[in-house]
């Protein structure tokens, strides 16, 4: 039998990558991960470093548009998706500007990172489950299809995931839509506490009965999970015993009879960062390291069992006659930027973790795990749609983080046989993402010569009175939003550009419809004045956004989530899908394809916290066949 000096090659050194590396570790196997990125941004850089991080801060700040890559330098090597290569489409050509070929209807509007740590440095850490059925929509909607699993065999996983990551949340708040725990459970640390707007608008509509159609729903104000440090939760010192989740001994400290979650502060500078400061930049960078990134548990690895290789991007896979992967190719480029020498390696497993979009170009580029022709399809995220008003008094905007509370009441039922769910977020930022606020505020006064002490008091009045609901709606899978590539577009090191076809389906502009008629309900009951309600696609300017369409007689548009998903969905068959239930591929057995791609269907949650329970129970099949 052939001698590996690996049990296991990842490619990605992002969340789900660094998970299955801890477990694998853990368990005394040898891991070596590729990252096509460098370790922090800059060639050299240490990722264990709080200065270089530091330096990350202080490019975000200085940066004029802030966008969720912008602490992070474009490294031309291993490019990354930005939200302003996002521009028109026009008929019939593709849009060439940036990394990602854009061929339409629509455009891709989410932006993902390939840098150490992945899109785990810039997301805002919101950390919500998948609701039940989520994980059954064929069967109890007669739309998408169903997972190969269900909600109950995740649970523990999901569990892992949160006490790893380090969760703010309560579980009596997160107890809704047929989601429950074991006996026992709670997250590690106490639930952020609501903001004065959170506190505000649950005062004021709190359980009012809201009527969409025939359907009937009684929105409460709900605080988020989130993935930023908070106080501590305590357990009774007897749930040791359990030996779950606690199965990390830094994870607690006894303080007399109880058991305390051990909050993790920055890398490099442990004591920096164990409370959230209301910095009010989660999305991208947390300048105290407050927020979770995949840093955190790369950093706790055992070095004598992992190697962390930067600045590697892969290029292909090879087969032997038997079907199974045989080797990874990759190329790597040094400090300066410039090419150094192509690479291979072999080992007993090879696990593809770079995101759902760079996943499934490796897998095309390689010609492997296609026997579906499901790899690069059902491309998916969360549309993002606005609602905002200005209420008839001051509801505290611009503090805190960006999100502690939504309405979760329209997550789950059967209007879904008709239109999409959404999870309703409740911004603490006044109208700072759908009107860009205040500076569009000081900009339309001082046109209109308001100035002086003036405008510091219409400032004072207005600002504070602005209130933003975000809709993040549920996306249906479809084989013609895919991923593909083609030799007439290559990046800088000759590798592919994904070619990205998108569009969105009815059902999703219906739930956007829904949207306003429910904002509208809101409105009325919070006495805002006709003229003081907007809505994205109806504000002077949308008619120019790529995403602007006129549907059954109204103005909308959306931004994209973030929240890339689909692209190597799992099943429980191989011709309609590419990977197990444990995200093994189902044409080689020594392949993972792992992360968001392997989402069926979407949700409103976040996706995040489901990549990373399914990244313990993936690893759980690893050891079982390295053995």
């Not at 407050?290 to 090879?318: F, H, P, W």
């Not at 080797?327 to 040094?334: E, K, Q, S, V």
């Not at 791609?597 to 949650?605: D, F, L, N, Y």
């Amino acid at each position: 039998m052939a001698k590996f000096k690996y049990d296991a090659v990842i490619v990605g050194a992002g969340v789900a990558g660094a998970l299955v590396a801890k477990e694998l570790t853990a368990a005394g196997k040898k891991v070596l991960i590729l990252e096509a990125g460098r370790a922090m941004g800059l060639a050299n850089d240490d990722y264990r470093s709080y200065e270089v991080y530091k330096s990350y801060v202080e490019h975000y700040q200085s940066e004029l548009i802030k966008i969720p890559n912008s602490p992070y330098p474009p490294n031309p090597n291993a490019p990354s998706s930005y939200a302003t290569d996002d521009v028109p489409i026009s008929a019939g050509a593709p849009d060439l500007v940036g990394y990602e070929v854009q061929t339409g209807p629509y455009p891709f509007m989410s932006s993902f990172l390939r840098q150490q740590g992945g899109t785990t440095l810039h997301w805002m850490a919101d950390c919500p489950r998948l609701v039940p059925d989520d994980f059954r929509m064929q069967e109890t909607y007669g739309v998408a299809r169903d997972w190969p699993i269900g909600y109950d065999d995740l649970m523990q996983d999901y569990a892992k995931a949160e006490w790893e990551i380090g969760i703010a949340a309560n579980v009596a708040d997160q107890t809704f839509d047929g989601i429950t725990f074991e006996p026992g459970y709670d997250y590690p640390m106490e639930r952020m506490p609501q903001s004065y707007s959170d506190q505000w608008l649950g005062c004021q509509i709190g359980g009012m009965p809201i009527r969409i159609d025939d359907y009937e729903f009684f929105p409460e104000v709900v605080s988020l999970p989130v993935a930023r440090n908070g106080i501590p939760r305590g357990f009774p010192l007897s749930d040791k015993a359990r030996g779950f989740p606690w199965d990390d001994d830094d994870l607690v400290h006894e303080v007399e009879d109880k058991l305390y979650y051990r909050p993790r502060g920055a890398v490099g500078a442990p004591h920096v960062g164990l409370r959230c400061e209301g910095n009010s930049s989660c999305t991208p960078i947390c300048p105290v390291q407050a927020k979770y990134s995949a840093l955190k548990t790369l950093a706790r690895l055992d070095t004598d069992l992992c190697e962390i290789r930067n600045q590697c991007v892969v290029s292909t896979l090879d087969l032997d006659e038997n079907g199974r992967i045989s080797r990874l190719n990759y190329l790597t480029y040094d400090a300066e930027g410039l090419p150094g020498k192509p690479g291979c390696l072999t080992a007993k497993i090879y696990v593809l973790a770079a995101h759902a979009i760079e996943n499934a170009k490796i897998m095309l580029a390689s010609g492997v795990a296609n026997s579906s022709d499901q790899v690069g399809r059902n491309l998916m995220d969360h549309p993002y749609f606005m609602t905002w008003g200005l209420m008839p008094e001051k509801v505290g905007a611009f503090r805190g983080p960006g999100y502690t509370s939504g309405i979760p009441a329209f997550r789950n039922g059967r209007f879904r046989e008709e239109w999409a769910a959404f999870r309703l977020d409740v911004g603490n930022w006044g109208w700072n993402f759908s009107a860009f606020s205040p500076g569009s505020d000081v900009q339309e006064m001082v046109q209109n010569n308001v100035v002086g002490k003036t405008l510091r008091a219409s400032l004072a009045d207005k600002v504070p009175r602005q209130l933003r609901l975000g809709f993040q709606i549920e996306q249906l899978p479809g084989p013609g939003n895919r991923v593909t590539i083609s030799n007439e577009y290559r990046d800088s090191m000759g590798l592919h550009r994904p070619i990205v076809a998108y569009d969105v389906s009815d059902y999703t502009w219906d739930a956007m419809l829904k949207g306003i008629e429910i904002s509208e309900q809101f409105w009325n009951k919070l006495k805002v004045k006709p003229e003081d309600r907007y809505h994205m696609g109806n504000n002077p300017g949308d008619s120019g956004m790529p995403t602007y369409r006129e549907y059954k007689g109204t103005k909308l548009a959306f931004y994209g989530s973030g929240h890339i998903m689909g692209t190597h969905r799992m099943g429980s068959s191989p011709t309609d899908s590419v990977v197990n239930d444990c995200q093994r591929s189902w044409d080689h057995d020594n392949l993972y394809a792992i992360g968001c791609g392997s989402q069926p269907t979407v949700g409103t949650a976040n996706p995040t916290p489901t990549a990373a329970a399914l990244s313990f129970r993936s690893a759980r099949d690893m050891l079982k066949r390295l053995q």
